[in-house]
């Protein structure tokens, strides 16, 4: 069993940054691909970015390329992700998620409980 508490959502300004946090516990953190979703009120949960086992492969929605950035720090259980140029349109629960293996394939086997991000224009 893997938990997974995020952290770092808020109100910010259009154009402004935000850098979300999650960190996990329960298992060894390196053995599972991370990726970050998001949910905005009555739309479906959509996928926002990926990163693989050590960090170094990362993908991203086209939605938030160029302006999302995704880390993760082993030692510290913890994948993060950088919001940079927000838009109102990236208004949304962001949840994390965690898929037993190396890379990303699009199957989480743990989620958790979202943190709220409010931009305003």
């Known amino acids: 069993q893997v938990q997974l508490v995020e952290s770092g959502g808020g109100l910010v300004q259009a154009g402004g940054s935000l850098r979300l946090s999650c960190a996990a516990s329960?298992?060894?953190?390196?053995?599972?691909?991370m990726a970050w979703f998001r949910q905005a009120p009555g739309k479906e949960r959509e996928f926002a970015a990926a990163?693989?086992?050590?960090?170094?492969?990362?993908r991203y929605a086209n939605s938030v390329k160029g302006r999302f950035t995704i880390s993760r720090d082993n030692a510290k259980n913890t994948v993060y992700l950088q919001m940079s140029s927000l838009k109102p349109e990236d208004t949304a629960a962001y949840y994390c998620a965690a898929e037993g293996g190396s890379y990303w394939t699009g199957r989480p086997a743990y989620w958790g409980q979202g943190t709220q991000v409010t931009v305003e224009s």
């Open positions: 329960g298992r060894t953190f390196s053995n599972y691909a």
């Open positions: 990163i693989n086992w050590s960090g170094g492969s990362t």
